[in-house]
């Protein structure tokens, strides 16, 4: 359970003793926390982009079944440190009863510290099976032990990376005796990544449907494509006092753009980081540079990242 009844009614709260401690409404409120009182870390570590596409390149290289699971109301799971008390649900007070509160034993949702709360919890049911944090990603785990494993967690998602289907299938079995978790089944989707798994030793990742969102938005969906997605016959330079465009327009495709350049288009990447500069004053010429990248999208919409097993194992660099 994740509360419990206690005697101390509402008029103590204020007065006796529980006034540092009080919570205001009804329900989980947590602009009404206040810092240091009610809580004190809310941080909560997830798994980089980064750190995902090296597991998943780990993954190809060892020859590692990948699969995924979701924690359903993971919250729920943490434990509080704080002594936090709540009034009622609306809908939950028992006739003669009105005057009791109820007092957090667990995480709900709502309060600032719940993400924080699940993942340490998380972090020791994972400890307590063996695993060890990465020094390099506080959200990647691997097996202390044995045949290698690895775990990638964002919150209340993970992607484990196993050698054998009876590994993959004990390491989710201790987790559901911990946790009431969803079995994903193999990896297909993950942080709106688009996972094509060929076999063991080809995999492809890209995100398509979050590129023809982008397109849409920005009515660009029935642009002509062009080749490339930086015109490098054009200099782009400051904007000019009656040359300004829509600045918070500008800066919301960019922003999309960025998110999809670090994710699984890198090839877009310098065309991006080149509009980002402009985004306090953006003119139509940093305007048309923009709607550029967006033609070249819409030609290369199903672009993927392709991992796949090379005969050379060692690490070469091209000139």
């Not at 390491?171 to 990544?193: I, P, Q, T």
């Not at 798994?197 to 890209?206: F, L, P, T, Y």
């Not at 991006?272 to 967006?294: E, G, L, N």
């Amino acid at each position: 359970m994740s509360l419990d009844w206690t005697t101390v009614t509402t008029d103590k709260m204020r007065h006796g003793g529980y006034h540092r401690r009080r919570r205001r409404g009804a329900g989980a409120q947590g602009f009404s926390q206040k810092f240091g009182v009610d809580y004190d870390e809310t941080f909560c570590p997830v798994v980089r982009h980064e750190s995902v596409r090296i597991l998943i390149a780990l993954a190809v290289q060892h020859d590692l079944k990948l699969h995924q699971m979701d924690v359903t109301t993971a919250f729920l799971n943490g434990e509080l440190n704080e002594e936090v008390y709540m009034k009622q649900p609306e809908g939950f007070i028992s006739k003669g009863q009105e005057h009791l509160v109820c007092r957090l034993k667990r995480s709900i949702y709502g309060l600032k510290q719940s993400p924080r709360c699940w993942n340490h919890t998380l972090d020791e049911q994972l400890k307590k099976m063996g695993f060890v944090q990465s020094s390099s990603g506080p959200c990647i785990y691997v097996a202390s032990g044995g045949e290698l494993f690895m775990i990638a967690v964002y919150v209340d998602d993970m992607i484990l990376a196993g050698k054998t289907d009876e590994r993959v299938a004990q390491v989710k079995k201790d987790l559901c005796s911990r946790f009431k978790a969803k079995d994903m089944g193999e990896l297909h989707y993950f942080l709106g990544m688009k996972v094509i798994q060929n076999s063991n030793s080809e995999v492809w990742i890209g995100q398509p449907t979050y590129t023809q969102d982008i397109l849409e938005k920005f009515g660009m969906q029935d642009t002509k494509p062009v080749n490339t997605p930086f015109d490098v016959s054009s200099k782009l330079t400051d904007a000019a006092e009656d040359d300004v465009v829509d600045q918070e327009l500008y800066q919301s495709a960019v922003g999309s753009l960025l998110y999809l350049s670090i994710t699984t288009r890198p090839d877009i990447a310098f065309a991006v980081s080149s509009v980002s500069k402009y985004c306090a004053r953006p003119t139509k010429q940093h305007w048309t540079a923009v709607k550029r990248i967006m033609r070249y999208l819409k030609g290369t919409l199903n672009y993927c990242l392709c991992y796949v097993l090379p005969e050379l194992k060692q690490c070469v660099g091209f000139f």
